[in-house]
């Protein structure tokens, strides 16, 4: 049999209309990122810190790819090892699995929390076109390992990303490339399999529908326990750090938010009725959301706050994850609401006191992931449905209104043990890189910035893409000069 006759439309376990859903909602996500979340981070920084945060969200993206797919033995052809005899030692190591983040996450059980880091064949035609399943949680779906693995990816990716929202404008580069794969390694893959690959959270019951512990908790724990060991920005950033382009922020803010149909409209791996349920939901929780924020703007600080907007927007998004195809539509209001509220006092009253500001978690991923992300799942426990758990094949019955309020016990234990994974686990590994490279740059590239870590700056406004104004180029180049051929006090002010 060929190829081709193994693996086509009419496959049989292949569901076509499925795998295309799960292809589309894995781009929306993957978007989220890249650009999302870069021209996101870009424009809501300071200027001298654009380049920056975009680039560590644009190394995250690319590094935790690689370490996601697994390079096995036997996807090595056999006749390239004969053929190379005295490279058996480099084919050796190249089975020894560079790359097993998925497989931790997702594969056979190793330990309760664990998945074994074993032969995935994702890198080989076979094993890609194969079906995908989760052993652990013995679920067979209706599409291909590669489909899986990729849409997989795209969350983890999008927790790295998250984190580094904390960390902007004084993290050293090179530790930010050190601590990514280590975090997903080391942290991820245990929230992941534990909760979704078929580990104990899963075995118990424990709702997360898209991710509101496995990405938002897990992240925002991580972000500001990090921003602890890393310390805070220079003063001067943090008493001055005014937003420089907000409509690019925008624009990364609508690409979170209509991305945001995949993030959460892609997890009931099938294009069924629930993955509409799930859209309807994210969207209507995200409106509640952004126009409570707004509201709670304007009653205290007397205006409306589009920077406020965009964080009740991400708290909304956030809120509702993890029972996003679990609760029904009023649910979801009750939640978007709940998501305006909490995490607007968490971030403007608690944030505010002396104890958190000792703390610089730069873009607040602290109050809007890991806050909004444990009372999204927290509400999951009181609001889901008995129709949403069935439908989404939850071991669930429901929440606190179907008469289960084990259920929000149960959520509570999910969150307390991703909170203490992230806790633990993010400081040891920081420490770790610190001995071997600085976690923070020199006091002199963070007076300057982008400049001065990667030798590029966000902006260039004059001539030919020049940073100064050349006086010599410009035709009305003798009525800017002074008398004597000084600029003026105001030409002085553009070219610094």
Known sequence: MSMSDGWNASTPWLDTGD???QLTTATFVGLQSVPGLMV???GVVKKKWAVNSAFMAFYAFAAV???WVTISYSSIPLSLILLFPSCSSVFS????QVCWAYEMSFGQQWAPFLGK???????????????AIIPASNTDLAFPMATMAYFQFVFAAITLVLIAGSFIGRMNFTAWMIFVPLWLTFSYTVNCFSIWGGGWLFQMGVLDYSGGYVIHLAAGSAAFTGAWVIGPRLKQDRDDFEPNNIPLMLTGAGLLWLGWNGFNGGDPFNAGADAGVAVLNTNVATAASLITWMVLDIIFF??????GACQGMITGLVVITPGAGLVAGWGAIVMGIASGSIPWISMNVLGKTKWFMQIDDTLGVFHTHAVAGLLGGLLTGIFATTEGCLAFAALSTGGGITGNWHQLYLQFIGGLFVIAVNVVVTPILLFGIGLVVPLRMSEADLLIGDAACHGEDAYAFYHD???????SRTASAGSLLNVGGQAPPEITALKG
């Open 19 to 21: 795998n295309a859903w």
């Open 40 to 42: 996101f981070y870009a």
């Open 302 to 307: 007397k205006k409306p706050s589009i920077i």
């Open 93 to 96: 190591i190249l089975g020894t």
């Open 65 to 67: 790819l690689l370490c």
């Open 117 to 131: 880091p074993g032969a995935v064949s994702t890198l080989s035609i076979r094993g890609a076109l194969g079906q």
């Open 465 to 471: 893409g020049a940073k100064e104004i050349d006086l």
